[in-house]
C-alpha cells in the first residue's frame, strides 16, 4: 500500500473490485470473505490516515468511517458481537505490529537526530578543546618570555650597580 491519498488508496480498492467482478461474479462482491477482506482494508486506510493532523476533517475519511459502519452492520449485525470486534480491532490497531513498528521507527529517527546533534557537539567540544590547548601553549610561551625578558632585565640592573 503505497497510495499517498485516502482518495489513491480508495480508487486501487475499486479497481481490484472491478477485477474481481470482471473475473468472477458480481455475486462474489456480497461473499462474506470479500466483505472481511474490505472492512480490513477500509478499517488500515481509517487507522492510517486518521492520524494525520491534514485528514482530521476531511470528507472522504468520515465517508470512509461510514462505510466501515455499513459493512460492520452487514457482516455483524448483533450488536453485541460489533461492540466486542471494534474494541479487539482498536485494541490490535492500537497495540500491533505496524503500530509498534512506527513507534519503533519514530525512536530510530529520533535517535538518528540525537546522534546527529551530539556528533555536532561532540565535534565542537573537540575544536574548543583544541583552541583552548593551543592558547594555553601561546599563554606559556609568552609568559616564558616575559619571564625571559624580566630575568634578563633583572641581570641588567645587577650589573648596572655592580
Same mark, same amino acid.
Given at each position: 500500500?503505497? +497510495?499517498?491519498?485516502?482518495? %489513491?488508496? =480508495? ?7 472491478q477485477n474481481? @467482478? ?11 470473505? *470479500? ?8 478499517? %488500515? ?17 468520515? @465517508? ?10 452487514? /457482516? ?13 480491532? !482498536?485494541?490490535?490497531?492500537? *497495540? ?15 535517535a538518528k537526530?540525537?546522534?546527529?546533534? !551530539?556528533? @555536532? /557537539? $561532540? ?17 606559556? +610561551? ?9 630575568? @634578563? =632585565? /633583572?641581570?641588567? $640592573?645587577? &650589573?648596572? *650597580? &655592580?
Amino acid at each position: 500500500m503505497n +497510495e499517498t491519498t485516502i482518495y %489513491d488508496a =480508495l480508487e486501487s480498492w475499486k479497481s481490484k473490485e472491478q477485477n474481481l @467482478v470482471r473475473l468472477i461474479s458480481e455475486r462474489s462482491l456480497m461473499h462474506p470473505s *470479500f466483505l472481511k477482506a474490505k472492512l480490513d482494508y477500509y478499517k %488500515d486506510l481509517n487507522n492510517r490516515y486518521s492520524r494525520q493532523k491534514d485528514m482530521k476533517g476531511d470528507v472522504g475519511l468520515k @465517508v470512509l468511517r461510514g462505510e466501515i459502519n455499513v459493512l460492520e452492520r452487514t /457482516l455483524y449485525p448483533n450488536l453485541m458481537d460489533r461492540l466486542i470486534r471494534r474494541a479487539l480491532t !482498536n485494541k490490535k490497531y492500537m *497495540f500491533g505490529p505496524e503500530r509498534l513498528l512506527e513507534h519503533e521507527r519514530k525512536m530510530i529517527t529520533d535517535a538518528k537526530e540525537g546522534t546527529a546533534i !551530539n556528533q @555536532v /557537539l $561532540k565535534e565542537g567540544t573537540e575544536k574548543n578543546q583544541q583552541k583552548t590547548k593551543e592558547t594555553n601553549s601561546v599563554q606559556s +610561551e609568552l609568559k616564558a618570555e616575559k619571564t625571559k625578558e624580566a630575568i @634578563v =632585565l /633583572l641581570f641588567r $640592573k645587577l &650589573l648596572l *650597580f &655592580l
